[in-house]
């Protein structure tokens, strides 16, 4: 054979392979079934109005708010534009409630006790007298139950409601005078709002429902006798201690207080998924966050409020504290009365209580107790 018919033969057979081998691609290609689209991503603009129950910059309830807001508006860069109200700017702090479940706010962040008139299952998604800590909130919430509780008596007013801050335990509040018994509350007129005031009513106590930003002008003008409202980092920033020197612990009435972001339902249902997730992860991240910040702040204000500013720190002892566990079980007797979707909410906290308590009493408690007796605390 001559060299050059060996060239083009050997051509040709590269050739016909080459083109059998595109023509098999091509028939795999068809054969593959195409892949799916990528998802359209939501690119319209969202405006959501968000007011508040707290004084605009007020450390931790205010300003946590207020980081909520920012929060949304930067995880979808500003896309879901929150325009952010502290109480008074557009409703007063108790109306908060109306202006989002009738649609004219998007959401609120709120202590949901505070609509414990509209329905006595409210107060246990904040905090009740004898309740959950912060960690066994968030454990209920989450895992025991308690969110679907809360998204069906929230469903029932128009809204969805998520933890979105927590503030610890409470001290036991201000008072103008030494609580030695339980009769020196007879007659005491007290801001404390939620199930809480119930208990003090039930020990003769005047229970007063007040919001943040009014409770230093009434205990100075002697209009109230007594408060409560968070613990040393807030209660400093509010200069209660120029007008009642003897502060009280433990609060029996705010062992774990949950703050809520609540959206109004139709609202949220109109949003895609992701949205909502976002939502939900920022609500989650302030709830962590707000409570860290109390935890690493109030030492330093309790010290700073005994140390410079004369106050009297006091502890209720156990014949108050079974005073009030008596009128806490005469409280909830009523709230089991009321409906049968609080009577499941009582019925599944009290559960939580029971098991969670157990847990923690040989974890938590048995582990701080003897670090603070080894550390001499």
Request: proline share 3%; aromatic share 10%.
């Amino acid at each position: 054979m001559k060299r050059r018919d060996f060239v083009t033969g050997a051509a040709l057979a590269a050739g016909a392979v080459a083109l059998s081998a595109c023509g098999k691609e091509e028939e795999k290609k068809a054969e593959t079934p195409a892949a799916p689209a990528a998802p359209m991503i939501n690119k319209e603009r969202i405006e959501m109005v968000m007011v508040a129950t707290w004084p605009r910059d007020f450390p931790g309830l205010g300003t946590g708010a207020q980081r909520l807001a920012q929060r949304i508006n930067d995880m979808t860069d500003g896309r879901i534009q929150v325009t952010y109200y502290a109480a008074g700017e557009r409703v007063g702090a108790f109306d908060s409630f109306d202006e989002v479940a009738s649609g004219n706010a998007q959401g609120y962040h709120a202590a949901d006790y505070y609509w414990k008139g509209k329905h006595p299952g409210w107060a246990y998604f904040t905090s009740v007298p004898f309740g959950l800590t912060y960690t066994e909130m968030n454990a209920w919430i989450r895992f025991g139950g308690g969110q679907e509780l809360w998204d069906e008596l929230a469903g029932d007013f128009g809204l969805k409601c998520m933890a979105a801050g927590n503030t610890g335990v409470q001290m036991g509040g201000w008072f103008n005078k030494e609580i030695n018994t339980a009769d020196d509350l007879k007659g005491l007129k007290m801001r404390i709002p939620g199930l809480g005031g119930d208990v003090m009513a039930k020990l003769g106590a005047s229970p007063v429902s007040l919001p943040g930003g009014q409770i230093y002008e009434n205990l100075v003008s002697g209009a109230i006798d007594a408060t409560e409202w968070v613990g040393p980092w807030n209660d400093r920033a509010m200069k209660f201690y120029e007008a009642a020197k003897y502060y009280y612990y433990p609060g029996m009435h705010e062992p774990g207080s949950t703050l809520a972001m609540g959206v109004n339902a139709s609202w949220w249902g109109k949003l895609s998924k992701s949205d909502q997730h976002i939502l939900e992860a920022a609500a989650a991240a302030e709830n962590d966050i707000m409570m860290s910040e109390y935890n690493a702040k109030n030492g330093e204000a309790l010290a700073d409020l005994v140390t410079n500013e004369g106050v009297q720190l006091r502890k209720f002892d156990d014949e108050i504290y079974d005073s009030f566990g008596m009128a806490a079980d005469e409280v909830f007797a009523t709230v089991l009365e009321h409906s049968e979707l609080a009577k499941r909410i009582h019925t599944s906290f009290v559960a939580a209580r029971k098991d969670l308590g157990a847990w923690s009493k040989i974890s938590d408690q048995a582990y701080i107790a003897q670090r603070n007796r080894v550390l001499g605390v």
